[in-house]
């Protein structure tokens, strides 16, 4: 579901007025794709972003509403303890077919920006996604089995700068869920999505977007 506002109401004279801000959720695949350029995201993590479908990412936040992530919003640490929950457009169906879908979520930035040495940091990595119930425009991705690598919640370090964390929808070619190349036991350093997905045949995403995150301030 893109973000949306409860309509807002005022009183002129003698009458009553309803009006909504503008939709502020992404709306436009030239304009995620052109965030991702705009962050040196492709380039970084070496994948080609050509999106045929708009990816939402959304952090359910206790007694709060939920957060439905813009490509390139940065969030508060403690915004991002998730797990979060993703969806597609509706009317995008037809450019991904009916699934199954992989979602992986990467740190191109750790443990600094300006020097990547550890990254990148896989903070998660699950298959087997299938559409679920439909909602304003959006159609919610799940699944019933276990991830490969369970979400982690952003950490960057202290005095770090914030970090880009990429979520990334791909087709599930067969055979993904017998892949051995990482499992739950398997070090979160040093992947690399781009040798990741030739090995296994996941090709370039469908859609994706990211969040920018700073240290969690003291």
Not at 24 to 41: C, M, P, T, W, Y
Not at 110 to 138: C, D, E, N, Y
Not at 140 to 159: C, K, Y
Not at 187 to 212: E, K, M, Q, V, Y
């Amino acid at each position: 579901m893109l973000r949306l506002f409860n309509l807002w109401a005022f009183l002129l004279p003698g009458l009553l007025v309803k009006a909504s801000p503008p939709d502020l959720g992404d709306s436009s695949l030239a304009k995620v794709r052109q965030k991702f350029e705009d962050f040196n995201i492709p380039a970084n993590v070496h994948l080609t972003f050509d999106p045929v479908v708009l990816f939402e990412l959304t952090f359910p936040e206790p007694g709060a509403a939920p957060i439905h992530v813009m490509a390139g919003e940065q969030l508060e640490r403690n915004a991002t303890a998730g797990p979060p929950q993703f969806a597609l457009r509706s009317d995008h169906r037809a450019a991904t077919g009916h699934g199954p879908f992989v979602i992986v979520a990467v740190d191109p930035d750790a443990p600094t920006p300006q020097a990547p040495t550890v990254s990148q940091i896989r903070h998660f990595l699950g298959g087997g996604f299938q559409f679920g119930a439909g909602h304003k425009g959006m159609r919610t991705l799940v699944n019933d089995t276990p991830a490969i690598t369970e979400f982690r919640q952003p950490t960057p370090p202290a005095g770090s700068d914030p970090h880009r964390y990429v979520f990334l929808l791909f087709k599930e070619p067969s055979g993904f869920s017998q892949q051995t190349l990482v499992n739950s036991s398997t070090s979160i350093a040093h992947f690399n999505i781009s040798a990741f997905a030739d090995a296994t045949g996941l090709g370039n995403p469908l859609g994706g977007t990211f969040i920018r995150v700073g240290p969690q301030e003291a």
